[in-house]
């Protein structure tokens, strides 16, 4: 039996990953460009199932290419301290006379003594310093080796919740920064998670230095790379499309990402013979689709308020881009208000303006999954018409 080659995982790396070489091309001249390089540290937005987890894998690829050492983390509680023992560690392969004993984690024979139980605040000084050091031996090593390399850390699901731990990674990296040090700082999360983060406020400094970074908005890809990421791994694994099979297919995917995958997926899972034919493919679609609602969109929707949700169930009655006025009409509220909603949900990234005045969706199928789940929101004047 053949096995499915697709991979509609979130995180999962794909067979064929695409669309990505400009911003990947953009990381590797930062990599390689030395200290200061503006792109060093990045805050990478934009939906889920878009490609963020996977970029990131992708980024500590190249940085394993280039030699660089690199740390992964997630954005969950305690972050800091297992940052910090995951440089202990490297630290220990650097130098047989620094010894990690145990969940303590001492540096021994050197005077380093680094404790992180607990005290809060001292995280932030005692990454800097392990840092700083693992640094130290990375310039040795480089030094001898005539290279240039540095240390990488990407971290994942950036969430304001973890406000407080955020600042110490983000104080630590840019002091190591003002010295100059070969150090990248990659983070990714969904807009709705790391704008209240960025938000402007208390000027606080860490933030600042956060807010001034790369910002990367993975969108969409195009259809001749959708085309591409469902082609190659099925021709790879000794499958063939037909050839209209492929083309709803890749118009089906609307350039997002995870749609590749999952379209991918079911068609191929419905092949005959080793063809993926137009009704394997029509099929494989529906699932995808289905799938995407469940995964994507309902997560996705209950991230937000209810009046931002409200906002996008009366857009959900127009079969193409909705025009504020109408939208306010059938909200019953002002122009006004109805741009402060617009102007939220953009920054979520869950709308995005087209022309003047007129706003649309940013994943795709949401509209349909709006208007099958909250059918039941009936609003007066489904034509835009006041009927006062
Ligand atoms: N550039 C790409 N080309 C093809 N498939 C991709 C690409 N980026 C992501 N994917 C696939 O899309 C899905 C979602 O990717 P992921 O990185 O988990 O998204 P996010 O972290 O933004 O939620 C995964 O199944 C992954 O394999
Ligand atoms: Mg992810």
Redesign the pocket.
Known sequence: MVINPF????????P?????EAVLDEFRFALRNGPGTHERVSVVT??????????LNAVEDLAAEEGWVFFSETATTGFVNRLIAQAMKELAGFSSSRRVSGAGVQVMGTGVNVQFESQPGMAQLELRSVLTELLDHIDERDKKFGQHTGLLITL?ELHHLQRKEVIDLATAVQHLVRENRNISLVM?GIPSSVVPLLANEDGNNPITFLRRANRVV?GI?SDS?VRV?LEKPVTDAGYRWEGPALDSAVNACAGY??L??LVGQYSFANASDGVVTASSAESGIETARRKIGQLVHEPALADLSDTDRTFLIAMSQDDGPSAIRDIAERLHVSPQYANTYRKRLIEAEMIESTERGFVDFTLPYIREYLREHYAQHVFFDTDGESDA
């Open positions: 991979k509609p995982t979130l995180g999962a790396t794909p064929a990953l695409v669309g990505r934009g939906p889920r199932g878009i490609g963020k987890t996977t970029l994942d990714a993975l890809v790379y990421g990402p995870f590749i995958q």
